[in-house]
């Protein structure tokens, strides 16, 4: 019998945390009103996720506030400062400082 216990895992290696992008669920339901308003968002514009990016960043927000996913800055997470301007994302993607 080959070992790997009974699901096919290998009972001596040691556990890997997880990759980034993985966080712990909301077992206290901190963000609810938040995932709500964004759910909702996505609901009504038929899942156009463009439309509902400042529900979503209030979101991930939340998490980071409580602790749910690691503290990162919103540009890493493609946030700029002024989210609504087209402009501001072409020119922070040329390169070129706003200002």
Not at 13 to 21: I, T, Y
Not at 30 to 47: A, N, P, Q, R, W
Request: net charge positive.
């Amino acid at each position: 019998m080959i070992a790997g216990g009974a699901f096919g895992g290998n009972r001596g290696a040691r556990p890997v945390p997880p990759e980034k992008g993985v966080f712990p669920l909301d077992h206290l339901h901190l963000c609810d009103l938040e995932k709500k308003e964004y759910i909702g968002c996505l609901k009504t514009s038929g899942h156009k996720s463009e439309i509902c990016r400042s529900f979503s960043k209030k979101y991930l927000e939340c998490r980071m506030a409580k602790n749910l996913m690691a503290k990162q800055d919103m540009q890493e997470l493609g946030f700029w400062k002024e989210d609504n301007s087209e402009v501001s994302k072409e020119e922070n993607m040329n390169g070129r400082i706003e200002g």
